[in-house]
């Protein structure tokens, strides 16, 4: 890395540590590498790093939701070798994308509808670390901006895993707990053309949680990552569920396929996450043993720490081991805070 880069690289945690929602950390990252790689706008999309679904966006002078929902069908369905996880699997992290390309080189899907918008370039940075992916950061400039050049693309190379690990940290650092006074879950139906066919009253409330500005989004913005959640929910082996860390607290989407084979519908369930939806994110975010978690459980149930012992065939010392090590790694000061945060 160069100075520039290593400064940059330092600065990106400490400046993500003073965002408090998704749209500061957006402004955040983009304001920490402006200097090294100029652009006009941006997109920030976050992954559940077990699942690989997306759990939030935020963007500025970005795509339409409708251009979103092609990148994320893209994503889910595999086409294309730019998406996020064909940056991950081949090894490479950036890749520049032109509406224009030179001549001779082949015009992609996602070029094609580049082309019907202002963008000129687009610079794809995957943020990934030890084996989990984070996010995707998609840099953008317009018609009238030079592209992207070779530098930018190195700089953003190096940049990726310093901004792979200020996002996981930012998650980290919004304490794994569920939404308090929430409404009971929303659904909603979705058909084989993709169109709504059903919202409960709930649903409505749910979803408008999942958008930066619920009044003046539309219905493509608002339902964006329910019809992502649903095409994913119809690809064979694919655990249709994201985790989402919102301002009051984490919500879980989860999508079904109806019985009913001939509608090819989607039921997707929105609601605040439970323990055990949270207990899995905790092993990644913190290290958090599969040990601890059996702790953690027996906890949640009420067991005292001489049960917890007993059903795990563990001395009582090696229990409060396992919870110090949990309390150092989350940041929590005693089981009574550990249990308060985690329990709906």
């Given amino acids: 890395m160069n100075s520039d880069v290593e400064q940059a690289a330092r600065s ?21 590498i402006a200097p090294l790689v100029p652009h006009d706008g941006y997109m920030l999309r976050g992954v559940d790093p077990i699942t690989g679904a997306a759990c939030f966006l935020t963007k500025e002078h970005g795509y339409a939701a409708a251009f979103y929902r092609e990148l994320e069908s893209a994503e889910i369905l595999g086409h294309g070798k730019h998406t996020l996880t064909a940056l991950v699997e081949n090894g490479r992290p950036v890749a520049v994308l032109e509406s224009d390309p030179p001549s001779g080189r082949h015009r992609v899907r996602h070029q094609e509808i580049m082309s019907t918008t202002d963008v000129g370039s687009e610079l794809r940075v995957a943020l990934a670390l030890k084996g989990l992916t984070w996010g995707l950061l998609v840099l953008l400039r317009a018609r009238a901006s030079r592209p992207f050049s070779k530098t930018d693309a190195v700089n953003a190379g190096r940049l990726a895993a310093p901004l792979a690990e200020a996002l996981k940290r930012y998650v980290a650092g919004r304490f794994l707990r569920p939404v308090r006074s929430a409404p009971p879950p929303g659904i909603v139906v979705i058909d084989s053309s993709d169109r709504i066919r059903a919202v409960t009253r709930t649903g409505h409330e749910w979803v408008s949680k999942l958008v930066q500005d619920a009044e003046t989004a539309d219905e493509s913005e608002i339902f964006a990552h329910v019809w992502n959640i649903a095409l994913m929910a119809r690809q064979p082996g694919r655990q249709a569920l994201s985790r989402i860390p919102g301002p009051d607290g984490w919500i879980v989407l989860e999508a079904q396929r109806l019985d009913d084979a ?29 040990r601890e978690q059996e702790v953690i459980r027996r906890a949640l149930d009420g067991l005292a720490v001489k049960q917890i012992a007993r059903s795990l065939n563990l001395s009582p010392h090696t229990v409060n081991d396992h919870f110090k090590a949990i309390y150092r790694k989350t940041g929590v000061n005693s089981r009574e805070e550990l249990l308060s945060s985690l329990s709906l």
């Fill in 12 to 32: 990106l945690a400490p400046a993500v540590a003073e965002a408090t929602t998704i749209p500061e950390l957006g402004a955040v990252i983009s304001r920490q």
């Fill in 262 to 290: 001939d509608l090819g519908g989607v039921a997707v369930t929105i609601q605040s996450a439970s323990s055990e939806v949270l207990l899995p994110a905790a092993a990644v975010l913190y290290g958090i043993t599969s």
